[in-house]
């Protein structure tokens, strides 16, 4: 069973940095690009990153490009997402997730996307 346990969110002022962790099971993570995903405060769910297998290929959302990292550790089945110069309009709930056109049988079945819990990221002063 595919496992998505993200962790790191917490309550940071405005300039501030954060970073983000994935921890995967279920799949073969090596084999498969990775994605953070955020949810603004009733707002959809946005693409910020993505990583490909091997580690490159790497995608930004624009508005977080030149802030965030993505990059991952295939020997720790895990992605993370460092986060610097944090602005207000950070504030999400942050997940990862296979990217997905890769999704398919993995952490979608029968058309129903798995996400797990997110971890949640408050910029505030």
């Known amino acids: 069973q595919v496992q998505f346990v993200e962790s790191g969110g917490a309550l940071v002022q405005p300039g501030g940095s954060l970073r983000l962790s994935c921890a995967t099971s279920?799949?073969?993570?090596?084999?498969?690009?990775m994605s953070w995903y955020r949810q603004p405060p009733g707002k959809e769910r946005e693409l910020v990153a993505t990583?490909?297998?091997?580690?490159?290929?790497?995608g930004y959302a624009d508005s977080v490009k030149g802030r965030f990292t993505i990059s991952r550790d295939n020997a720790k089945n895990t992605v993370y997402l460092q986060m610097s110069d944090l602005k207000p309009e950070d504030t999400a709930v942050y997940y990862c997730?296979?990217?997905?056109?890769?999704?398919?049988?993995?952490?979608?079945?029968?058309?129903?996307?798995?996400w797990g819990k997110g971890t949640l990221v408050t910029v505030s002063s």
């Open positions: 997730n296979i990217p997905a056109k890769q999704r398919n049988g993995i952490s979608r079945r029968n058309g129903v996307d798995y």
């Open positions: 279920g799949f073969v993570f090596r084999a498969y690009g």
């Open positions: 990583i490909l297998s091997a580690g490159g290929n790497i």
